[in-house]
């Protein structure tokens, strides 16, 4: 999820029968909008996100009742219980990286790493830009789709089907040309490097 669709996550959004979020709305410089696309979508949650949630839950809702409050609405909160601004994320989350060793990485760089990490386990793209929100899977497979594992070597793994190569033609039938590999075979060389400039 974007940053600005965290800070304003409400419990109301979360379904913990179907185990899904509803991404319903976004904070952006202080005013609540839509998602960046203008349309809600549901983001899956794994049973350890959700029991992680749960948890976050019980322990607000254990200290508002200490305060005499009620549990607040949002799901991320300031220690005050009001609304958290998105430098309240960004700036820990830098702390932390720099304490870890690790390089910096902008926040919205993890949403990279989520798609990352499901097309590494074979999710198609369709799933991918469902659960990324993006407008169109145009936009997941312009960005992402280089990341599809195994794709290219299929493609040319494919070629070496049987099924593949030239068949033989029944009497009477016309003979198809030959493919450059034949004609390299033959000795045509100069046919065969013709049609392969052709077909690169």
Do not use: C
Not at 12 to 24: A, H, L, S, T, Y
Not at 47 to 59: C, P, Q, T, W
Not at 150 to 167: C, F, S, T
């Amino acid at each position: 999820m974007r940053v600005g669709e965290l800070i304003a996550l409400q419990w109301e959004d979360i379904d913990w029968n179907g185990e899904f979020v509803e991404v319903r709305r976004a904070i952006s410089r202080g005013v609540v909008g839509t998602p960046k696309n203008g349309k809600p979508r549901r983001i899956d949650m794994s049973d350890r996100l959700a029991a992680v949630l749960s948890e976050h839950r019980r322990a607000m809702a254990k200290e508002a009742l200490a305060q005499g409050h009620s549990l607040p609405e949002r799901v991320f909160v300031n220690p005050e219980g009001g609304e958290l601004k998105a430098s309240s994320v960004v700036k820990p989350y830098r702390r932390i990286l720099t304490k870890a060793g690790l390089r910096r990485l902008r926040f919205h760089d993890l949403r990279h790493s989520f798609a990352s990490a499901l097309l590494a386990n074979g999710e198609p793209l369709a799933y991918v830009k469902e659960q990324m929100g993006h407008s169109s899977i145009q936009i997941t497979v312009d960005v992402y789709g280089h990341l599809e594992p195994g794709a290219n070597r299929e493609a040319v793994n494919r070629l070496d089907d049987p099924g593949w190569k030239i068949q033989e033609r029944k009497s009477g039938e016309t003979a198809p040309q030959a493919h450059p590999e034949e004609n390299i075979l033959k000795g045509n060389t100069n046919n065969s490097l013709k049609e392969l400039a052709i077909r690169g």
